[in-house]
């Protein structure tokens, strides 16, 4: 196994204990066995690596003994694309529900607003085949 890239100042993409969405860290101090702190918290993590066809790659998992313990990954060059399209997905989902609360808010819809919702759902369903 490579040594770990968890040192002071690498950047870490931190998953969020129960949704998708991911947040920018960067680890603030790695102890002699491994472990490591990330800057604002005391929280440990712990790190492990696994290998693929892609090489190593590596994660950490918030140390302690609770169930619902959060993962990270090491964001550099190897997973900067992956880790940039979950936070995308995520932003999406995010702008999509609050697109969902303002329309189910309007009470008294006119045919114009209906018209171009319907307009802009267009765009997302594939083309119909004129016969």
């Not at 969405?21 to 702190?37: C, I, P, R």
């Not at 998992?61 to 995308?88: H, N, P």
Request: net charge positive; hydrophobic share 35%; charged share 30%.
């Amino acid at each position: 196994m490579t040594e770990s890239p968890f040192i002071p100042g690498a950047r870490v993409a931190v998953g969020d204990k129960f949704a998708d969405s991911v947040t920018e860290g960067f680890v603030d101090k790695a102890y002699k066995g491994g472990n490591f702190t990330l800057r604002g918290s005391k929280q440990q993590w712990r790190p492990w690596c696994t290998r693929g066809s892609a090489g190593p790659r590596w994660s950490a998992m918030e140390t302690g003994s609770g169930w619902a313990r959060r993962r990270l990954d090491i964001w550099d060059a190897t997973t900067d694309k992956e880790i940039s399209e979950k936070v995308e997905a995520h932003k999406a989902r995010l702008k999509w529900r609050d697109l969902r609360s303002k329309l189910e808010a309007v009470k008294e819809p006119t045919l114009e607003l209906c018209d171009a919702i319907e307009a802009a759902l267009a765009i997302t369903r594939p083309q119909e085949k004129t016969q």
